[in-house]
């Protein structure tokens, strides 16, 4: 038996539409911790973990661990149909192969049920290591947003080059080049709008742009986005979900250009 | 009553009884058990011998219904006859009668009741005095669920109400039904196409002719593939002289429901039936694949769909549609025929990934396949294209191209709009013959795809998004022409510019031509056309080898 009752319904719509656009079905896990989905898309480039704990939920049963795989675009559709400021429930029983969505309305006057056939999917639940990184860069999310929107207009793939400076994402495309730096800044009035860079030691990576475009989409989930960078590893952008959890995204990035060039 | 399990109120029943009963007093049928005392003697002794063997070897319900529809009697006759087979054979079977007449309850209403025998007297208290009491069925035991009681008959029904028009059937012309009318013409609710077989002489002949002359056609089809028009024209255009009826017949055919149409491939029942689809094209285009850009292929699409509306200049409302199709084709061919090979990766189908099609539109001149002025002949030439094809593909694409038939098979049944960018090979009744074995099985296997491929082509070409077929050189040099989904943006060089390019890329598939360079400069230099399609082309073979893959930073937990 699992029933989750989450009063801000708005972040699991949030959510999901954080995430649909990445992965097509993927598993839910609950356990007695709380909702998390661990899912690759579809080309094993990125990968999307998802935590909402339980202490988050107004009311949180989960008996047993149950993993649940769902269409996340028909779960966005289902979710699409709850308002702004309803309640979701989701509820599931042991064995059974469906999913429901109560969504009440903040009077109490409206209560809409939604099942969801729930299927059976294979998904490679990775193990993903504590790291250090050599640079961790904090910075408003519309602002990563727009910066990533605006080189997808260039190019295909960003450099993000992380120095002393600052952050520096650049493109090149067929009509020309494109370089946005963004300087550590922490003197605002809003401590949401700063910009704040951690560097051990430099680092320059080069990303697909079209994936980072998809990690965007969670913006609406937090001010704030945390850009983490390691040489040897993947990118990890990160949208905490205020006192709940987080949304974190893998990237795995681009071979150098260099060493591609120094192929015959 | 409520009590009682064996007996049901059937308000049908109600309705057919007061039917029969109504069509033999107005009706002067020749029923040979009423007119003819000493036949139904005869032949009723057969036939309750046939009741004897289904009741008690076959276990099998035999109704009055059912009766009446297997031996052709009237209901009234079956019900007779099953009295007859109860008063000689009836012990150890069960009879189940139908009461009707009015009950004894205030306010009194008319009642059909079925009964078993052992309740019979019991239910007959109920009714008012003249309640009529007649056989319903004999079964050698009541069956618990009642369904059981109606179920052959049900079966029966349906069959027979499947049954072509052609095929004489009870049902279907509803030659029981005690209401005539010498003007109007039965047919069983509607889903009979205009061929039916209606006792009205004059259009009988008329129609019958019309299908024969549909059937025939067809068959050759089906044979030949390739009917030759001038077998198809002169007898439609017999039919069409011949009377207005006709045509007015199809009219009402079009407006059977368009699943029908589509469904009924069987080229006995579907006279008109393909005529409803081209009726309906402007209203209900197929909606199996989201309405696609033909115009890069296809040399003028609008010619094409005024070959349709108007083929021959005449007015063929009643014509059989496979030869406007084959008309249009002829026109249609002509201009330029090549063959090319176009990989559809879109993502939009994931099922097609991967198929290779092997079109064979038109070449330019030189490279006539099919043209009368070439010196070798024509097989061979086709032969030699085909290998080259086949060449060229098991160089670069090796693994698709060798699964290449299935793939053609498969793809081109499902697909329409692919089979649309290519004026289809049978073009021309000539070029069928001379047509490679494969080919032309694959398109006989498709002629009804071919046919919504046109509905689609009629349609009204969405605005918004299209299939194109874009090339650009892959990271391993190959040339790949891809057919993708392309938004507003590349929609002005989409038409004239796209179709010479792939035209041209066609060209240098088969005939391993230096590729051209730059052909459009939408095309990244380095990096493949991903932005095109979203995440469209993540799936789509067009792996950057550069990216690298998640799985190498994370193990499996």
Redesign the interface.
């Known amino acids: 038996m699992l029933e989750l009752r989450l009063v801000q319904g708005s972040l699991l719509k949030k959510v999901l539409e954080s995430i649909k656009?990445?992965v097509n079905d993927a598993n839910f896990d609950c356990s007695a911790t709380g909702f998390s989905l661990q899912a690759?898309?579809?080309?094993?480039?990125?990968?999307v973990a998802l935590l909402l704990r339980s202490e988050g939920f107004e009311h949180y049963r989960c008996d047993r661990n149950i993993s649940m795989g769902m269409n996340l675009g028909n779960m966005a559709k289902m979710l699409k149909c709850a308002g702004n400021d309803d309640i979701i429930t989701i509820k599931a029983d042991d064995g059974s192969d469906t999913v429901t969505f109560m969504f009440e309305s903040p009077t109490q006057d409206k209560i809409a049920d939604f099942e969801m056939k729930l299927m059976d999917i294979d998904s490679?639940?990775?193990?993903?290591?504590e790291a250090e990184y050599h640079a961790i860069v904090r910075m408003p999310s519309a602002e990563f947003g727009r910066i990533c929107k605006d080189l997808?207009s260039i190019?295909?793939?960003v450099v993000i080059s992380v120095t002393k400076e600052g952050v520096k994402f650049s493109t090149r495309?067929?009509i020309g080049t494109a370089n946005i730096v963004c300087r550590q800044n922490t003197t605002v009035d809003k401590p949401e709008e700063a910009t704040v860079i951690e560097m051990n030691e430099p680092v320059s990576l080069?990303f697909?742009l079209?994936y980072l475009n998809?990690f965007t989409k969670a913006s609406p989930l937090s001010n704030t986005v945390t850009i983490s960078l390691s040489s040897e590893?993947?990118v990890v952008v990160e949208y905490k979900i205020a006192e709940m959890g987080y949304v974190r995204y893998?990237?795995?990035?681009?071979?150098e250009?260099d060493e591609?060039e120094t192929k015959p | 009553m409520a009590g009682n399990p064996s007996a049901f109120y059937w308000r049908e029943e109600n309705f057919r009884d007061s039917l029969s009963s109504l069509r033999d007093l107005t009706r002067p049928r020749s029923d040979p058990f009423s007119d003819n005392p000493i036949m139904a003697d005869i032949e009723t002794l057969g036939i309750v011998d046939e009741i004897q063997a289904l009741v008690s070897d076959k276990l099998q319900v035999v109704s009055y219904k059912w009766l009446s529809r297997n031996f052709l009697v009237s209901s009234n006759s079956a019900k007779r006859l099953l009295q007859e087979f109860v008063e000689k054979h009836g012990n150890g079977l069960e009879v189940v009668y139908s009461l009707s007449g009015w009950l004894k309850d205030s306010p009194s209403t008319y009642h059909i009741r079925l009964v078993s025998s052992a309740n019979l007297a019991e239910a007959k208290k109920k009714f008012s005095d003249n309640c009529s009491v007649q056989v319903y069925s004999v079964q050698s035991c009541i069956p618990k669920d009642p369904v059981a009681l109606w179920n052959a008959e049900f079966v029966q029904a349906e069959e027979l109400l499947r049954q072509p028009p052609s095929v004489d059937n009870c049902l279907l012309d509803n030659r029981f039904c005690g209401i005539s009318n010498p003007f109007i013409k039965r047919n069983g609710g509607g889903t009979i196409p205009s061929t039916t077989t209606v006792p009205q002489v004059k259009s009988e002949a008329l129609g019958l002719r019309n299908s024969n002359s549909t059937v025939q056609v067809k068959a050759e089809q089906k044979k030949v593939h390739l009917p030759s028009p001038s077998a198809g024209v002169p007898s439609s255009h017999v039919v069409d002289a011949k009377s207005k009826l006709v045509a007015d017949k199809h009219k009402v055919s079009e407006l059977l429901p368009a699943k029908k149409a589509v469904q009924s491939d069987k080229s006995s029942k579907n006279g008109g039936a393909l005529a409803n689809m081209w009726g309906r094209v402007p209203t209900k285009p197929k909606v199996d694949n989201v309405s696609t850009a033909t115009s890069d292929a296809t040399p003028n699409p609008v010619g094409d769909e005024a070959q349709i509306c108007t083929p021959e200049g005449e007015d063929r409302i009643s014509d059989d549609d496979d030869q406007q199709v084959n008309i249009r084709r002829t026109s249609n061919g002509e201009g330029n025929r090549k063959r090319r090979v176009i990989f559809d990766f879109s993502d939009e189908e994931d099922e097609f990934k991967d198929a290779v099609n092997l079109a064979s539109p038109d070449p330019p001149k030189q490279k006539s396949i099919l043209g009368s002025k070439q010196t070798p002949s024509a097989p061979e030439l086709e032969k030699r294209e085909v290998k080259k094809v086949k060449e060229a593909g098991s160089k670069s694409h090796g693994q698709e191209t060798s699964s290449k038939n299935s793939h053609e098979q498969e793809t081109s049944s499902k697909k329409s709009h692919e089979q649309e960018r290519k004026p289809s090979p049978t073009s021309k009744p000539k070029s069928s013959k001379v047509h490679s074995p494969e080919i032309i099985s694959e398109h006989a296997s498709l002629k009804n795809a071919t046919v919504k491929d046109e509905v689609i082509n009629a349609a009204p070409i969405s605005p918004k998004r299209r299939k194109i077929v874009k090339t650009r050189i892959d990271e391993r040099g190959r040339e790949v022409t891809e057919v993708v989904w392309e938004g507003e943006e590349t929609e002005t060089m989409a038409d004239d510019s796209t179709t010479k390019k792939a035209d041209n890329n066609a060209v240098n598939i088969t005939g391993d031509r230096p590729p051209i360079a730059k052909k459009s400069p939408a095309l990244g230099s380095t990096a493949p056309t991903n932005q095109a399609g979203k995440a469209g082309n993540k799936k789509a073979g067009t792996k950057d080898p550069k990216q690298g893959n998640i799985l190498s930073f994370f193990k499996k937990a």
Do not use: C, F, N, Q
């Not at chain 1, 690759?40 to 990968?47: F, K, Q």
């Not at chain 1, 490679?124 to 290591?129: K, S, T």
């Not at chain 1, 893998?250 to 071979?255: D, E, G, N, R, T």
């Open positions: 656009d990445l690759m898309d579809s080309s094993h480039v990125a990968l490679e639940h990775l193990g993903i290591p997808s190019g295909d793939t495309g067929d080069t697909a079209r998809s590893l993947p893998y990237l795995a990035p681009k071979i250009e591609e």
